[in-house]
Each structure stands twice: as C-alpha cells, then as structure tokens.
C-alpha cells in the first residue's frame, strides 16, 4: 500500500531555514509527479511547489510567495522528496503536506492531480 511520510518541520524563528522530507513507499517515485501543499486553520489548502517525473531534474513550479525561497527536489533512489525553506516568515506557518500523482498540466497546481497524500509536518514560524 502507498505511503507517505513527511518530516523535518518545527519552530523557527523568522529567517531561519528548514528542509522537509517526503518518504514514499509501497511505489517507485520516478515516475510519478511530486508536490508540497499546505493548509493552515481556515484557510482553503494552498499549492506550494511541484516537481513532475524525468529522473531528479524534473520540471520544477513554485507558487509567486515561495519564489526564491524554497526549492523542491527529489532523490528518486531514495524515494524520497524534499523541500528545502528558507528565509522563512510567519506567514509560512502552516501544516505541510506532500503528495504524489500523475497531472496533467492544467491540474498539477491542484489537489485533484494527486493520488496519495502524506498527513502533513507542521511548521512554525514565530519570533
């Protein structure tokens, strides 16, 4: 069965870095698109980053807050996606999901483009 682990959140001060990991098993990774989410209390989930198929050096596509910032990447042999943040701010502050499937174009910035979610790592970001 497919599964989804994610780690590497916690409490940081604003400015400070953090690399979230995506652990999948049950599934080779390479072939499958990647993506990062997150949710925060009462607000709708928001796409952070993808990184579709194509070895380790996939497509990569960020939403215009993280821009700069963070970096996806995956390590196929590994199974296993990260999620490199830095120069974080407290609008960050969120849980973090990550997810794997098969978009198309039109949909990889969406939830319904995926097929298997991980139950999120929280990150803080407060001073």
């Known amino acids: 069965q497919v599964q989804l682990v994610e780690s590497g959140g916690g409490l940081v001060q604003p400015g400070d870095s953090l690399r979230l990991s995506c652990l999948v098993t049950g599934r080779t990774l390479n072939s499958y698109t990647v993506a990062w989410f997150r949710q925060t209390p009462g607000k709708e989930r928001e796409f952070v980053a993808a990184?579709?198929?194509?070895?380790?050096?996939?497509?990569?596509y960020y939403t215009d807050s993280v821009k700069g910032r963070f970096t996806i990447s995956r390590d196929n042999a590994k199974s296993t996606a990260y999620l490199e943040m830095n120069s974080l701010k407290v609008d960050d502050t969120a849980v973090y999901l990550c997810?794997?499937?098969?978009?198309?174009?039109?949909?990889?910035?969406?939830?319904?483009?995926?097929?298997?979610w991980g139950q999120g790592t929280q990150v803080t970001v407060s001073s």
């Open positions: 997810a794997i499937g098969v978009p198309s174009l039109g949909i990889i910035h969406t939830s319904q483009g995926y097929l298997h």
């Open positions: 990184v579709r198929s194509g070895g380790n050096s996939g497509r990569t």
